[in-house]
């Protein structure tokens, strides 16, 4: 998923800078509708340094397959209606909503991802439930397994909110339901298994 997003961030880049090239061309040093615009005259030349990406690997967030079905929190007789999932499914457009759920989860997380837990070289897996509104909003957060260990679970929930809100939940995702349960095992800083 890390590659992904990469490819995704690269791609974005190149088409704000094609976009902000042809703007230029379009517009050229006059500007729009023959308005004088003002030059800047520089007499030193411009210097940029690049320096390569890091090769070393960062410690990274991902959301694997999730807990197994008898472990997603049941609704209570008081609750709304609930849809649980986990990423299992059959079904195209819920499938479809967890790929884009999950891609925009591990962005952000591995852009919040936690120093500390680096810097202490903590890894894990903590399985958790996310309860989303239809609008994405979070109204709950449960470690349901996993480690026990309190810096990966707080991580966990912190990450949850960082991330929030999460795209609306399509109608034909939550199959008449008020609420949707999302179920993933979020894998802080270990690698491919």
Known sequence: MEDA?????????????????HLIVIFGPVGPAGLSVPRIETREP????????STTRQPSLRLVTGAARESWPTPSASSPRQRAVDGTTEDAPTARY?????VHTETLGNREYPRELI?????????????????????????????DHPALQD??????????????????????????I??????????ER
Do not use: C, H, K
Request: charge should be negative; proline fraction near 5%; glycine fraction near 8%.
């Open 5 to 21: 997003a990469l490819v995704r961030d690269r791609l974005l880049m190149a088409i704000f800078v094609s976009a902000l090239v």
């Open 46 to 53: 411009l210097e940029v340094t690049v320096q390569p990406a």
């Open 98 to 102: 967890l790929r884009d759920w999950i």
């Open 119 to 147: 810097e202490a070289g903590i890894t894990g897996r903590v399985v958790v439930a996310i309860t989303l509104t239809a609008d994405g909003e979070v109204v709950d957060t449960r470690i349901l397994g996993g480690s």
């Open 155 to 180: 991580a966990a929930r912190s990450l949850v909110q960082s991330a929030a809100p999460y795209p609306a939940v399509p109608p034909e995702v939550l199959q008449g339901n008020d609420e949707l």
């Open 182 to 191: 999302v179920t993933r095992t979020w894998s802080f800083g270990e690698g």
